[in-house]
């Protein structure tokens, strides 16, 4: 089905571990981005990309990195992963002039 | 983008319909209004959006006033499966970096019951 998948949907870290979480869409989106959502709270915006090969910051960028080498794949990585980090991370991609498409989320927990 | 203003939570009884609405009173004259909606635990998920004129499709109606500085989400006849947190975004149409951010706030809670 087309969409946007991410991958795993659950992880456990240990402090100081890194991991890079998986986002891949089929529907040759140009716009891409990475989401986190705490609990009880509204998603904020990690980084984005606007095409292949073009990335920018969002809010909280902090401790992660991005790249997007390929339209179809936008990976998020976790340098050093820190507690503060527990959280629901949510990828999006859209089309021109439309509506964001996003995945079912990966939750995330450091301990 | 423009900041939206939502009420915290409303309730709907099944059957009826639900009217969300939205403050944006800061708004530019080429920031769209979107909406999208999250039920418990799962991604977003968009609904409709609109720039000047009322629009309508299979999900929902989008009502903007004239002077486009609040609109209203119509869920037609809402039922249990539209409970979820919805959220109301202004933000810019134009192709560039500034045009892929969504800002979330924390969104109305509709509670839909029988």
């Known amino acids: 089905n087309a969409g946007v998948t991410q991958t795993p949907k659950f992880q456990v870290l240990k402090t100081g571990q890194s991991m890079t979480l998986q986002c891949a869409q089929d529907m040759n989106h140009e716009y891409m981005s990475w989401y986190r959502q705490d609990p009880g709270m509204g998603l904020r915006l990690i980084h984005y990309?606007?095409?292949?090969?073009?990335?920018d910051q969002g809010e909280v960028p902090n401790g992660y990195n991005v790249s997007r080498s390929t339209t179809e794949d936008f990976p998020l990585r976790l340098l050093s992963a820190a507690p503060s980090q527990t959280s629901v991370y949510f990828c999006?991609?859209?089309?021109?002039?439309?509506?964001?498409?996003f995945g079912s989320g990966t939750r995330l927990t450091v301990v | 983008d423009a900041k939206t203003t939502q009420p915290p939570s409303m309730d709907c009884a099944e059957g009826r319909a639900a009217n969300l609405p939205c403050n944006h009173s800061t708004i530019s004259g080429n920031e769209y209004v979107y909406w999208y909606r999250q039920i418990h635990s799962q991604g977003p998920q968009y609904i409709i959006h609109?720039?000047?004129n009322n629009e309508t499709n299979e999900m929902a109606s989008l009502i903007i006033t004239e002077d486009r500085k609040s609109s209203t989400l119509i869920l037609p006849h809402a039922t249990l499966r539209d409970t979820a947190v919805y959220y109301c975004i202004v933000r810019l149409s134009l192709n560039t970096g500034t045009a892929s951010k969504l800002t979330f706030g924390t969104g109305t809670r509709l509670q839909v019951t029988l």
């Open positions: 609109g720039l000047k």
């Open positions: 990309s606007v095409g292949a090969g073009i990335t």
């Open positions: 999006a991609s859209r089309s021109d002039g439309g509506g964001y498409t």
